[in-house]
Nanobody, 118 residues
Framework: QVQLVESGGGLVQAGGSLRLSCKFSGNAFAMYVMTWYRQEPGKQRELVATITPGSSTTYADSVKGRFALSRDNSKSTVYLQMNSLKAEDSGDYYC????????????WGQGTQVTVSA
């Protein structure tokens, strides 16, 4: 059974930085694509960034050049470094794990809240 625990959220002023962490508990972390999503109240959850087991990354256009996603397979953890934060980056940030095999279930964390004050 996989569990994901996000941490690192909080309140920050616009222009500031935060680093979110997603700790993966379970087997075969290196077999999972890890993705961060965010959701504002009343809005749909949106993809922020994805990292493959080989550490290839993709980003939403809205965060390119400001966010950096990385993974440490030895610690089964992914990190989302968020710089130059804007008020529109506020929301609940969720970590998701997708196994490379479509036969395996995917998993979500409980989320961590980010609030960027203007």
């Amino acid at each position: 059974q996989v569990q994901l625990v996000e941490s690192g959220g909080g309140l920050v002023q616009a222009g500031g930085s935060l680093r979110l962490s997603c700790k993966f508990s379970g087997n075969a972390f290196a077999m999972y694509v890890m993705t961060w999503y965010r959701q504002e109240p009343g809005k749909q959850r949106e993809l922020v960034a994805t990292i493959t087991p080989g550490s290839s990354t993709t980003y939403a256009d809205s965060v390119k050049g400001r966010f950096a996603l990385s993974r440490d397979n030895s610690k089964s953890t992914v990190y989302l470094q968020m710089n130059s934060l804007k008020a529109e980056d506020s929301g609940d940030y969720y970590c998701k794990a997708d196994h490379l095999s479509s036969y395996e279930p995917d998993y979500w964390g409980q989320g961590t809240q980010v609030t960027v004050s203007a």
